[in-house]
Each structure stands twice: as structure tokens, then as C-alpha cells.
């Protein structure tokens, strides 16, 4: 069973346990605005302006004696010399013998300025747990790859050996009925019918061709898997449609169930870039898409289509829904680093901020996004075409 601690420090605005005396605990959200040690509530909420800081300390001890919740709909705080406007709720804890209140400190405008000064570090964070992911994924599909290489060869092989005995029992059958011998040739047949061979011969046949495609399959998704997953610290020449490609092939279960897929590939000249970093881009459009498109549709099939091609010295892709869409007064948010739309536990907020990172800032392109409440979205991704093909 998790702590009071290890509860509240899961809660992402700043939240602190305390009586009239004495501060018991408090989150990391918390500890960004208040960053001394104090153990005293009267010290600790002097990041207040003296008028808000009587208003709280009346109301905190007011909820310990009665017991009822308290909302202080505005109040200032003062951090590294801004002032913000806040909400605080006071709370009575409910647990055991005690009597400590539960305070929290809401503010959007808050959160964005506290969490924009370590945007870049989270990101960082964040990209180097993907980029650990991608170098295991790689590491795995190279490990699956070669065994699935000796099955595949040798299954070559088997198939080529009762091809050849196929065309023995061919060969056999013609015999008993030229044989001249009528014991010989009635044996012959006897044998040939209770075994069935004619139906078991048709059918190793197709079983033969139902395991080829199968491990044909699997071949597909383990090197899409080593394409999508490769990572190098150098900039490499990377085809946007194989990029595409071996995502899709890696999220058909994200969206078979729940979206058509239309792909649309045109010729594209290569670009310069990390693969994996722009692979993950797109894997987060799909993912995002979907989410859309099942939000709107409730189980029916929506539609994603996705098409590739040249503007003038970029290589471009779409990736539109007919999902939802944003409002456009959310629109512009949406790259912020912890801005979601979607609700609380689904999303982190960081899938875009971090697309707009790697298309924008570390590749030099354009991420653009068109989107209409109830019609869908399209984001299109544009890469700059590596100078010397342009």
C-alpha cells in the first residue's frame, strides 16, 4: 500500500499535508514554488501577499475545528519575484486520528510558468527513455531476426523436399496404372486411397503456402521493427515512405480495429535525419489519430489516411482523422510541453511538444496542423530535402 507521500507526489499541482503549526508533508509540484525547508505553516505560506496569507491561515484553522472544505478562489503568490493568481482548496484529511488538512494550489497559468523553466529537461528525459526503448526494441528484433533466418531457410528447403516427393508419388501413381501386374497395381492403389494421399498431397500444399506467408509476415514486422527502431547519434539519409512504412507496419493493431487505412506514396527525395526520432514522430500521429477517431465513432470505423510528397525543397507527409478535432482556441496550445486534451490519466501532454521539438528545432522543418470540432485533424510533417539532392 502506497504512502501518503508517494500518493500525493503523483499529484502534478502543488499539494502539502499540514495542522496550524506544522507542515507534515508536501509533493514536488510543491517544493518548485516553496523551496526552503520550513516546517512551520505559518512560514511556509508567506509566498502569500499578507492579505491572502491571513485569509489562508483563518480558513486552515477553521476547516481543523469544523471540518468543512475551503475554497480561496484568488490569492497571489509570489515566485522568484512574478506574481500569479491562484486558487487553494483546504481539505480535512480523513484518516485515522488525525487532524491535518489537506491544501492544494491550482493554477494553469502556474503550472505552465513552473514547468515551462524544466520543459527541457523533461523532454530530454522523456526522449532518452524512447531512445533506451528504441536501442532494446533493435536490440530484440535483431535477436528474433536470425533464428527466424535459419526457419526460414530451412523451411525453404522442406517445402522443395515434399515438392520433390510429391512429384514422386506423381510418378508412382502413373505406374500403377500402367503396371501390367493387376495384384501389384490393385495393392498399389489400395495403399494410395488409405492413405488419401491425393487430398493430403493438396493439402500440404496449401499448409505449405499458409506457413510461408506467415513467417514472410513476421519477417516484415521484425525488420520494420529494426528500421523504425534504429537510432544513431549521426544524422543519416532516411526515405520518409520506408519511415512510413515500417511504422505502419508496427501500429496495425493500434488502428486495424477502429479506422480505415488509405496510404497514398508519391516520390520523395531523401532527407537528412535522425530515423528513429522522426519514425517516433509519426508513430505518435497515428496513435494520437486513433484516439480521436474512437472518441468520435465509438466503436464504428473511422478513417486515417496518410499521404506522402514533394513542396518545393521539403519531403512531406499528412496524417489526417476524422476523428474529433480541436477547438481553435486549444489549437494554439497544443504543443506546450503537459497541455492534453485528452482526460486526466490518458495523456502526458509531452507527444506533441516533443514532435515539434524534433521536426522544428532539431531538423529544421515545419509542423503545421489543420483541424475543425467534429469534422477530424491533419498534421503534415515537412523535412527539409538534403541540399545536394534539391
Not at 62 to 83: M, Q
Request: hydrophobic share 35%; aromatic share 8%.
Amino acid at each position: 500500500m502506497r504512502s501518503e507521500h508517494e500518493f500525493i507526489d503523483f499529484i502534478p499541482i502543488p499539494v502539502l499535508i499540514c495542522d496550524k503549526s506544522k507542515v507534515y508533508d508536501r509533493n514536488r509540484a510543491c517544493n518548485k514554488i516553496i523551496q526552503n525547508d520550513t516546517l512551520e505553516t505559518s512560514e511556509y505560506f508567506k509566498v502569500f501577499e499578507e492579505e491572502d496569507y491571513n485569509e489562508i491561515i483563518r480558513k486552515l484553522n477553521k476547516t481543523l475545528v469544523t471540518g468543512e472544505p475551503e475554497l480561496i478562489e484568488h490569492a497571489s503568490l509570489v515566485v522568484a519575484g512574478e506574481s500569479y493568481d491562484v486558487s487553494i482548496h483546504i481539505d480535512k484529511m480523513e484518516n485515522e486520528d488525525s487532524n491535518k488538512v489537506f491544501v492544494s494550489i491550482k493554477d494553469t497559468e502556474l503550472s505552465s510558468a513552473l514547468n515551462q523553466s524544466n520543459s527541457a529537461k523533461h523532454k530530454l528525459i522523456n526522449q532518452e527513455k524512447l531512445a533506451g526503448i528504441g536501442h532494446l526494441a533493435a536490440g530484440v528484433a535483431h535477436e528474433i531476426f536470425n533464428p527466424l533466418g535459419y526457419i526460414k531457410s530451412n523451411f525453404d528447403t522442406l517445402n522443395n523436399y515434399f515438392k520433390e516427393i510429391g512429384d514422386i508419388m506423381v510418378q508412382f501413381h502413373k505406374l500403377a496404372e500402367a503396371c501390367e501386374n493387376p495384384e501389384i497395381s490393385k495393392k498399389m492403389n489400395e495403399i494410395e486411397k488409405s492413405y488419401d494421399l491425393e487430398f493430403v498431397l493438396s493439402d500440404i500444399t496449401e499448409l505449405f503456402s499458409d506457413v510461408d506467408e506467415g513467417i514472410d509476415r513476421v519477417l516484415n514486422i521484425v525488420n520494420g521493427l529494426k528500421r523504425f527502431a534504429h537510432e544513431s547519434d549521426d544524422i543519416i539519409e532516411y526515405d520518409l515512405n520506408e519511415g512510413i512504412k515500417s511504422t505502419l507496419i508496427l501500429s496495425k493493431n493500434e488502428f486495424k480495429y477502429d479506422a480505415e487505412l488509405e496510404v497514398e506514396y508519391n516520390d520523395l527525395l531523401p532527407v537528412n535525419a535522425h530515423s528513429g526520432k522522426i519514425n517516433q514522430v509519426i508513430l505518435g500521429m497515428i496513435v494520437n489519430a486513433v484516439y480521436a477517431i474512437k472518441e468520435k465513432h465509438k466503436g464504428e470505423m473511422g478513417h486515417l489516411s496518410i499521404k506522402t510528397f514533394i513542396d518545393k525543397e521539403y519531403a512531406c507527409c499528412t496524417i489526417c482523422d476524422d476523428g474529433i478535432g480541436i477547438s481553435q482556441d486549444k489549437i494554439n496550445e497544443i504543443y506546450n510541453p503537459f497541455y492534453t486534451t485528452k482526460p486526466e490519466g490518458v495523456g502526458t501532454g509531452l507527444g506533441l511538444s516533443i514532435a515539434w521539438d524534433i521536426i522544428v528545432e532539431q531538423h529544421g522543418g515545419v509542423l503545421d496542423v489543420e483541424s475543425r470540432v467534429g469534422e477530424g485533424t491533419c498534421f503534415t510533417i515537412r523535412l527539409p530535402i538534403a541540399k545536394e539532392l534539391r
